[in-house]
């Protein structure tokens, strides 16, 4: 680099901020293969390293540290990765993520078979981020486990979301008919305090079923039980 006294200085930019670097003092210039000449000037990083730039690189903003902010944003991007991106197990995604992106296109994706189940129905995905979808079900504590919303007509959120065996994503989408004594004697073991979830369970029904039952949502007019006549199917309206 040529001595900082020749007449190719022109630009005094001592004491200017470019991103975390301050020009310090002129550092000469350099010729390139070109013929071109580039100055450079000496500058001091906020973490205090003290580093010499090309003039075009500082006003240009494509340098902007020592080198130091570039390995921030790039430790930063693979925190987010990691994060955002199931955690990805030796370079595997996660169930949990792919539990997550599935959901979500269940939702969100028109030209999916499933859509019409989903989307098309006004099911919406409600989570914002995976971390946040994460911490709501936590990791998945069995490989046969599958995502299931509690309320097979709500939404993908807070509140009702669970990992779930076959057998539950089973009742949740089976139409089970009862009849009117069964919906009687819903009430009446409801009234005795037993378990809402306990009784979608034995009745092979869900649990939004059941809280119907108990509001009178359903069955509202249910007509009282005759010796003369037997129990007659019911179906849900």
């Given at each position: 680099m040529a001595d900082s006294n020749i007449s190719h200085k022109k630009l005094d930019i001592t004491g200017q901020r470019y991103g975390r670097l301050v020009a310090i003092e002129y550092a000469g210039y350099f010729e390139q293969r070109s013929g071109?000449?580039?100055?450079?000037?000496?500058c001091q990083c906020d973490c205090g390293r003290i580093v010499d730039v090309c003039l075009l690189q500082l006003r240009s903003g494509r340098t902007q540290s020592c080198g130091c902010l570039k390995s921030e944003v790039t430790a930063e991007l693979n925190r987010t990765r990691m994060a955002t991106h199931g955690a990805s197990r030796r370079g595997q995604i996660t169930p949990e993520y792919r539990a997550y992106t599935e959901a979500k296109r269940r939702c969100t994706s028109p030209h999916r078979q499933d859509y019409e189940n989903y989307g098309a129905r006004n099911i919406q995905f409600k989570f914002e981020s995976f971390e946040q979808f994460l911490q709501e079900i936590g990791p998945k504590p069995d490989p046969l486990l599958t995502l299931e919303r509690v309320d097979n007509n709500g939404n993908y959120e807070c509140?009702?979301?669970?990992?779930?065996?076959?057998?539950?994503?089973?009742?949740?989408?089976?139409?089970?008919?009862?009849?009117?004594?069964?919906?009687?004697?819903?009430?009446?073991?409801?009234?005795?305090?037993?378990?809402?979830?306990?009784?979608?369970?034995?009745?092979?029904?869900s649990l939004k079923l059941i809280c119907n039952i108990a509001n009178r949502k359903v069955w509202v007019n249910l007509p009282p039980l005759t010796s003369s006549s037997g129990p007659s199917p019911v179906t849900p309206p």
């Amino acid at each position: 680099m040529a001595d900082s006294n020749i007449s190719h200085k022109k630009l005094d930019i001592t004491g200017q901020r470019y991103g975390r670097l301050v020009a310090i003092e002129y550092a000469g210039y350099f010729e390139q293969r070109s013929g071109k000449k580039r100055s450079w000037w000496k500058c001091q990083c906020d973490c205090g390293r003290i580093v010499d730039v090309c003039l075009l690189q500082l006003r240009s903003g494509r340098t902007q540290s020592c080198g130091c902010l570039k390995s921030e944003v790039t430790a930063e991007l693979n925190r987010t990765r990691m994060a955002t991106h199931g955690a990805s197990r030796r370079g595997q995604i996660t169930p949990e993520y792919r539990a997550y992106t599935e959901a979500k296109r269940r939702c969100t994706s028109p030209h999916r078979q499933d859509y019409e189940n989903y989307g098309a129905r006004n099911i919406q995905f409600k989570f914002e981020s995976f971390e946040q979808f994460l911490q709501e079900i936590g990791p998945k504590p069995d490989p046969l486990l599958t995502l299931e919303r509690v309320d097979n007509n709500g939404n993908y959120e807070c509140g009702n979301i669970v990992w779930a065996d076959r057998s539950r994503q089973c009742r949740n989408r089976r139409v089970t008919k009862l009849t009117a004594d069964d919906v009687r004697t819903i009430r009446r073991l409801i009234g005795m305090g037993i378990r809402r979830d306990t009784l979608a369970k034995a009745f092979n029904v869900s649990l939004k079923l059941i809280c119907n039952i108990a509001n009178r949502k359903v069955w509202v007019n249910l007509p009282p039980l005759t010796s003369s006549s037997g129990p007659s199917p019911v179906t849900p309206p």
